[in-house]
């Protein structure tokens, strides 16, 4: 064994720059373990109190969740959000997969089509809201336009309608999403394998036969982070129904999110409010926590 | 210029992993050329960034010019590189690129600008200085990486992989002119490499490394000629060593190993004798140029004759496959002399040239009788398994 | 005569596939136009045409009144947007500098932490953010609409950057170090200038996402500190007076103009942000 030597003492000016990336990100770290965890867990506490107006700590256990299963109205929300949820989704895939393809169709002023396709999503949803308000306005809207261009019998009501006004809501979001999907899956169809294409053809394949069977299995992974994040704008989904609707007529157009706004703020029932905002957040945790397993074991067999 | 020696340099990423680097030691003079090879995660690249001061070790010395710098940061070590991907900045010209660590380091401006003319110069890159490197081809990227290495005049330079992504026929070129250049500077250099060709033709040194060992620390002809063990052998040389696995036995007193090609047998008689090696399982080594066609001035060489089963004509050469044993064998022959598939040849072995190694341990057996006293330097270090 | 016969199948599904395009190319463009044809029209002309007929008369007394509501909010969107995108584009810049290129026990966790920020739904932050906007005194303040969106912008625009970083070679920074550079000087000299194109990125995604925002707006500010969207919400959805619809519209026009504009102008980017920030998202 030959005798170690003593490392030689490493500046001051050394030793801060070994900590300068830690002392950068500190501030970060700071941020998100109190904003982001911290607050959750604060919230997570206020559900199990009785804070009304102001937070106070007594705990009621569960009575809270018990309130809010028993309110009518978080039942309409989350109807409402199954609904408004489950068909903005389908229809949004529907429409986006559909203009993706037929646009990679070799397609003249692609880039133009491409950017009136994808200019809603530039837009607050506020101002999405307002403007399909106006255009789904029960006697002055599409409604009556359709009637001037001599559809006699045409009746659009849904928005003072309380069984059809969630329609409404998945009309406009709709509107405001299906180009970002078209984009999403557009991006994806540029990066399959043109060889893949050309062996399917070679085989025979009609061309709407090789998008359904080769080119759009392969883009799986695509599709997923599409629903993935069209549940997760669904979930969030406040600022359309506040310009739309404001969630009426009465309750019927809420959405969990609405709920909660309302009744934290509008109605002094912290306690409730809070318990709402984390069943969304398990909602959401519900869905992404399958995701990034399934991304990250992905990641970790390439 | 400046001598580096490693002492019992230790690298592990964590307690309970394995090490990366384990009981490192070597040494080179002042100007030496050294390289660093083996294969993909033997420890090399992590041995070079150590040297840089880009990783901590975790154990030992390093000293260039007998002073430890283990604890310095690279900057205080006075060392440049070159890099695998040249790592040249992509947003700055040619220039900037080189004058980078001379202006971090506050050297004068009329210094630099004569600092840059003369490696500009020296690398004859002085028409690309105003180029960003996205305009530049890959040869040229490559000087300029040396270019910013050699600007600094820097005690030791560090090279990793510097020649890898080049294509063939570029590599072989700036091998040649990366000699020259060390013949000319006399620099203390430090070369990574996975390529055996430039390990032996660029080397004063070379240290050949497995699973972060030193296998074997020596002259590139102590490599080729007297290899430490079966991963030094079978590593070093192209075409690779051929390996026949057998028993020795004592036939009249002699140790023998007994060869078959199917057509006829051989009793290849040892030119080392111990007597731990009777009996034993041995591989038997042999490089392709070491088996040579039967000529009548070299009676007495045992031969055997053999079915050529495959050819593969180089160029230069042509390689031949016999069957030995258990083994495919391949000897290199005269393009002119080559045979065709099918042929029986007479072949012709110099027992003094084969090499045994242990079949268990890999390790090298006996002496080998056949290298000149002086040429098996005394600095050769083996190290044995744990 | 057969190739004949396919040509034309072919081309007629080529028709199709652009019928198809321009059919949806005038869907999306629908609500523009009619905001645009209402916005210009008067109220009685409202009333007595419907959503796409030319306006009788061109006026802009929608505009002007929708300005003179609105102008104060347009500005307190400019106050809040321009240092909450400019500051949560800085930091998250050096956080994914450090992430990428200078990890460290523990860097990896914090970034997985960090990444679930951009699928936090803000409804469960919201009460303790405004407890602690009002125990700073930014309760209702234009400062503390900009602190929140720093905060809760740091999860994208540290992920953009992480992203954009890890994908230079680790050698550039090894070869500034050996050239005697510092944490900060590689980043100002080296990685910064290499960084134009997703510093636009996360300069518009911020800018879209902050201007856009409602929920933050709604919830930390009132009176005179709201934000457009707020104003443009409060217009459209009053129930006292009469409906003037060309105001409405004329309101929302301006609310979404600066978002329009920027992607008309860098939709590239723009287009860029959403996919990267949504798939890897």
Known sequence: MSSVAAFSKASPFDALQRWLPKLVLAPSMFIVLVGFYGYILWTFVLSFTNSTFLPTYKWVGLAQYARLFDNDRWWVASKNLAVFGGMFIAITLVIGVTLAVFLDQRIRREGFIRTIYLYPMALSMIVTGTAWKWLLNPGMGLDKLLRDWGWEGFRLDWLIDPDRVVYCLVIAAVWQASGFIMAMFLAGLRGVDQSIIRAAQIDGASLPRIYWKVVLPSLRPVFFSAVMILAHIAIKSFDLVAAMTAGGPGYSSDLPAMFMYSFTFSRGQMGVGSASAILMLGAILAIIVPYLYSELRAKRND | ?386 | MTSLAGKSAISLSRIAIYAVLIFAVLLYLVPLVVMLLTSFKTPEDISTGNLLSWPAVVTGIGWVKAWATVDGYFWNSIKITVPAVLVSTAIGALNGYVLSMWRFRGSQLFFGLLLFGCFLPFQTVLLPASFTLGKMGLASTTTGLVFVHIVYGLAFTTLFFRNYYVSIPDALVKAARLDGAGFFTIFRMIILPMSTPIIMVCLIWQFTQIWNDFLFGVVFSSGDSQPITVALNNLVNTSTGVKEYNVDMAAAMIAGLPTLLVYVVAGKYFVRGLTAGAVKG
């Open chain 2, 1 to 386: 210029m400046a001598t580096l020696e490693l002492r019992n340099v230790n690298k592990t990423y964590g307690a309970g992993l394995p090490d990366t680097l384990k009981n490192i030691e070597l040494s080179i003079k002042e100007g030496e050329f050294l390289i660093l090879v083996g294969p993909s995660g033997c420890g090399k690249s992590t041995l070079m960034n150590c040297i840089a001061g880009l990783e901590n070790i975790t154990g030992g010395a390093i000293m260039i010019d007998d002073q430890d710098v283990s604890g310095l940061s690279p900057k205080d070590r006075d060392i440049a590189m070159v890099f695998q991907s040249y790592a040249l900045y992509p947003t700055m010209s040619v220039r900037e690129n080189i004058e980078f660590g001379l202006k971090i380091r506050k050297m004068p401006r009329a210094d630099i600008d004569e600092e840059v003319a003369r490696v500009a110069k020296l690398l004859q890159i002085e028409h690309l200085l105003n180029r960003k490197p996205g305009q530049l081809s890959g040869g040229q990227q490559q000087r300029v990486a040396m270019g910013r290495a050699l600007a600094r005049r820097p005690k030791i330079y560090l090279f990793d992989e510097p020649l890898s992504n080049l294509d063939a026929k570029l590599r072989v070129e700036m091998r040649t002119e990366m000699k020259l250049m060390h013949q000319r500077l006399k620099t203390t250099t430090v070369y990574v490499t996975h390529d055996q060709i430039e390990a032996m033709t660029l080397g004063d040194k070379v240290a050949v490394m497995k699973d972060g060992i030193i296998q074997q620390f020596g002259t590139p002809k102590q490599i080729y000629n007297d290899p430490a063990n079966l991963f030094v052998a079978s590593f070093i040389g192209s075409p690779p060593m051929n390996f026949i696995p057998l028993r020795l036995q004592r036939k009249d007193g002699r140790l023998l190993a007994l060869l078959d090609s199917g057509q006829a047998r051989c009793e290849l008689p040892m030119s080392m004798d111990d007597a731990g090696l009777e009996d034993r399982e041995v591989i038997l080594g042999l490089r392709p140029e070491q088996i040579v066609l039967a000529s009548a001035d070299a009676a007495g060489m045992p031969t055997i004759r053999a079915e050529v089963q495959v050819t593969e004509p180089t160029g230069p050469d042509t390689l031949v496959f016999v069957q030995l044993n258990e083994a495919k064998v391949c000897c290199r022959l005269a393009p002119d002399v080559a045979p065709q598939v099918g042929e029986t040849l007479t072949l012709q072995f110099d027992p003094a040239k084969v090499l045994l190694f242990d079949a268990k341990t890999g390790e090298r057996l006996g002496t080998a009788a056949s290298l000149p006293v002086q040429d098996r330097a005394d600095n050769v270090t083996r190290i044995k398994g744990r």
